[in-house]
């Protein structure tokens, strides 16, 4: 397997709460990896470092074997990371067309030129819903963007940053919003971003989920990777390592007080 993204001795520190020491990881091109663990574990911290949003971490961060600097959303783009946070509603701009929606990074660079017609932008628009299998109408196209459904935000703001061709794709719950159908037209999309190469990092606490999609599963617990497998996994040792000793066996008490 080859590498999209390494991830080397990463720490950080809130004031004096340490939210991750030393961790380690790395995503291979082509296929899911998973990031299990509890709340407070560190997921969001690491996505988020890896995103851009955080620079005051020490370690290193490669992609393609070569040492990168991450310090801001922008340079993360740029060294081809992209990132779908939980909250989608963060991702659409309100009060403009779907297709406006799916171009806006173009037409916020001047790449598309202020004042083109919305015929203009509705073309466009259509060539990189079409090459995403979206096979999306022009009147929808044409419509203001909450007249979408959440699935279909949702499929907007990967299609927008799929149009960027990142060499890591990063989704933090992607399925929490989506019904049962939504989520395996979402998987099958992935499947299509595996085959072009991409790698993808998966955040989910569905098990159901991730054994379906994931190829390699790491375990995170107070700011640690615990445990790494490929597929087939074994979740009784990944649950164990997501939660620990002390509280298995809390947990195994807490049963026999209930007889
Ligand atoms: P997860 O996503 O696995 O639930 P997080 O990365 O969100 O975990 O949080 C890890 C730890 O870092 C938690 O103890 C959390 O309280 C703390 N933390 C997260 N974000 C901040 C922040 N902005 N300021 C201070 N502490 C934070
Ligand atoms: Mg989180």
């Known amino acids: ?9 990463i720490s950080m520190a809130f004031g004096t709460n340490q939210v991750l020491s ?6 291979d091109k082509g296929q899911t990896t998973a990031l299990l663990g509890a709340n407070g574990a560190g997921k969001s911290t690491l996505i988020k470092i890896l995103s851009g949003v955080y620079s005051s971490f020490t370690g290193e961060i490669l992609i393609d074997g070569k040492a990168v ?28 067309t779907v297709a406006e929606n799916l ?24 060539k990189i819903a079409g ?20 699935a279909e935000q949702q499929m907007l703001i990967l299609a927008r940053t799929l149009s960027r061709s990142p ?8 399925t929490s919003a989506l019904s049962i159908a939504e989520s395996q037209n979402l998987f099958r999309f992935i ?20 054994e379906q999609i994931a190829k390699k599963l790491v375990v995170m617990r107070d ?13 009784d040792l990944a649950l164990k390592e997501m939660l620990g000793q002390k509280e298995l066996g809390e947990r195994s008490n807490f049963k026999q007080v209930q007889g």
């Open 1 to 9: 397997m080859v590498s999209a993204v390494e991830v080397r001795n």
């Open 223 to 235: 700011g640690k990777i615990r445990n790494e497998q490929s597929a087939p996994f074994s979740w």
């Open 22 to 27: 030393g961790v380690d990881l790395t995503i």
């Open 191 to 210: 499947k299509n971003l595996e085959e072009q190469g991409i790698a993808v990092l998966y955040v989910s606490h569905k098990l159901s989920e991730l």
């Open 167 to 174: 060499k890591l794709l990063i989704l933090d719950e992607p």
């Open 103 to 126: 171009l806006f990074d173009k037409i916020v660079s001047g790449e598309i030129p202020r004042g083109v017609s919305l015929k203009t932008i509705v073309n466009e628009a259509e």
């Open 69 to 96: 600097t991450i310090d801001s959303p922008t340079t993360a783009k740029l060294a081809g990371i992209e990132t779908v946070h939980q909250r989608i509603d963060e991702g659409v701009i309100p009060g403009l």
């Open 131 to 150: 090459a995403l299998d979206l096979n999306w109408s022009r009147s929808k196209l044409r419509n203001d963007v909450y007249e979408l459904g959440i």
